[in-house]
């Protein structure tokens, strides 16, 4: 069974960082991707980045492109998400999806496997 386990969530001053894990584990993730969703109050759960297992191509929502970097060290079975110059608007509880196909998709419903997530608050 796939498992996926976020940390590193918490509260930060608007400008600042936070560096978010997702610990995998269950089996090997080549022929994976893994992604980054967010889910702020009264929002719906949206798309904040994706890469894949294998190659480590990336993609990214628009409101974080220079801000934020996915990762993933293969080794520890971690995938990261660095988040600089962080905006109240960030504020959400963060969530590591994983899916069985290579290539990144935005839409949430594709992923099958899901963490329970780390809240990151960013005040002003």
């Known amino acids: 069974q796939v498992q996926l386990v976020e940390s590193g969530g918490g509260l930060v001053q608007a400008g600042g960082s936070l560096r978010l894990s997702c610990a995998a584990s269950?089996?090997?993730?080549?022929?994976?991707?893994m992604g980054w969703f967010r889910q702020g109050p009264g929002k719906e759960r949206e798309f904040v980045a994706g890469?894949?297992?294998?190659?480590?191509?990336?993609s990214y929502a628009d409101s974080v492109k220079g801000r934020f970097t996915i990762s993933r060290d293969k080794a520890k079975n971690t995938v990261y998400l660095q988040m600089n110059s962080l905006k109240p608007e960030d504020t959400a509880a963060y969530y590591c999806?994983?899916?069985?196909?290579?290539?990144?998709?935005?839409?949430?419903?594709?992923?099958?496997?899901w963490g329970q997530g780390t809240q990151v608050t960013v005040s002003s």
């Open positions: 269950g089996r090997t993730f080549s022929g994976y991707s």
């Open positions: 999806a994983a899916r069985p196909q290579l290539w990144i998709t935005t839409d949430r419903r594709e992923y099958r496997y």
């Open positions: 890469i894949r297992w294998s190659s480590g191509s990336t």
